[in-house]
């Protein structure tokens, strides 16, 4: 342990966050030696995964590739249940994680973070929470989260609803009984399209408000065979490194060989029915190369997906409005669904188009939309989040000069490798803006973030370095660099949460890096290898840094 324990608020490492993120930080922290917490806003572990336990939530990465690989014991000892974890296993995982590696005891629970600013004279992170408590830092690291801050959508009289109320990303513990009531779903993302069918079997019925058609491919979920998993367990070790080489860091999904452009229109059908037989989002776009640069060879994927919604569902009209036709497939998160389409064809499922018929207002007892009432006992926000920066800009962040952080990413975040942002020394991001994140397996890219924080603290203690920050030329590149690499793409040409196109007034900026975690990863390992290129450090020459590398003043 270092010596800046002397005061109960002080610390070496400050983290904002316990979910993935911040429980792997927190353990790399312990075996570095260095005193840290944790600050939770939740009662308990699992950060967007403690939040979103709507019913039907669950992982749309396979479980076995959706863990940490940092132990193998703990990879080994683990048992998942299903194919796609539910919500309730993830939690009961990170909760183990947290209870095995004796994390629990510096995580401080029930605690929102508000303020963070950065005093350039004592190069420390001073942080205030809701009710008012202080804690100091040498290091912050912002283990917030993507999917975290929860999108209230402005409509005209929601506030006034007198039924049940709730949204996806704030579901309450007392899991509610829909059983007998006319229940309300608005939105048709990743979250409604797992809730709806559940929703649909309790409820005496259900509208559903779509504004947007998604693209929905099954999942296919299953128990776990158990051969299967002793067989993936057997060779741990060498699938992980395996899936470390692929840009979303999943293994058994071979990249693919072929162009859609050079196969026949029979072959391309055979290919997307295998997957659809499959199952899984990342199975689905890798048919072929060149899916998600090339218009023409997308249509081919999409154009299958809407001949499989009109055969499946037998309302014609149903049927068309669930056909998604303003964006190219994969450009939104592909959902993933079991009985999604099939719902439709339920007597108790009504879906509603608020495209062609939006929404005039809600009353106390229902939605009114330009051509119909709905009478409703509950209602159901599935109208996601800010993402990537909701999170950071909940919080007052202000680094050198009492810069805003909200102020400076106004039109868009700004970073270097997603990890740092100039003038906000000793500040590290993990996993958001700027780097794979949400566009790969988020347990790796989260694992790489935290390892290559983890060795430049290491690099810092090991040479007497007090401050870390980024260059904002090394910004500047790197910025224009993820936007270059997702302008290649088709990505950015659809309104998606990664742009920040669902909420109101904010920058339109695609920022996840979607050049691979496996390039990024070298990018990122090369940077630190080169002597940490782009990056600044100031020494400990300070008299109250020279005694210890993380020596506070009092
Ligand atoms: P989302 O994908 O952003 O979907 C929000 C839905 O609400 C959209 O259909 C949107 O319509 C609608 N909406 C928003 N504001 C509205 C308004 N004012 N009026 C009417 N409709 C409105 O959110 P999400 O479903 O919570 O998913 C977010 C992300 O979380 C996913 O993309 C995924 O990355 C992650 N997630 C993952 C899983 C999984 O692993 N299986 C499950 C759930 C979530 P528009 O499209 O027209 O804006």
Redesign the pocket.
Known sequence: MSRSSRKENLFDVLIIGAGFAGIYMLKKCHEMGLRARILEAAPDVGGTWFW?RYPG?????ESLEYSYSFSDELQREWVWPER?SAQKDIQRYIRHVAEKFSLLDDIQFNTRVVEAHYKEDQRQWHIKCHDGASFIGTFCIMATGC?SST?M???AGIEGFSGSFYH??QWPESEPDFSGMRVGV?????????LIPIIARQCRHLYV????A?FVVPAHNRQLDPDVEAAHKANYPERRRQSRQTPFCIGGHPAPAHYAHEASAEERNLMYEKKWQTGGAISYLYSYKELLVDPEANETAGSFVRQKIRSIVRDPRTAEDLCPNDHYIGT??L??GDDYYETYNRDNVTLVN?RTSP?RQVTSNGIVTDDDDYQLDAMIL????D?MTGSLFAIDIRGRGSAALREKWRYGPLTYLGLMTAGFPNLFFVAGSGSPS?KTNMVCAIEQHVEWISGCIQHMMANRLAEISCSEDAERKWTDHVAEVGNATLYPTA???YSG??IPGKSRVFTPYVGGLDVYRKKCDDVASSGYTGFRFIGSEDRRLREGFFEVSE
């Open positions: 979103n939530a669950r992982c749309d990465v796609y999917l999108h959508p402005d409509i996806t990303g608005i939105g048709t993302g990743s979250s409604a399209v797992q408000f779509q504004r947007t998604n939104k998160r959902c993933l608020i929404i599935a109208t996601g989040f993402a949400v309104k998606s949460w196109d669902n």
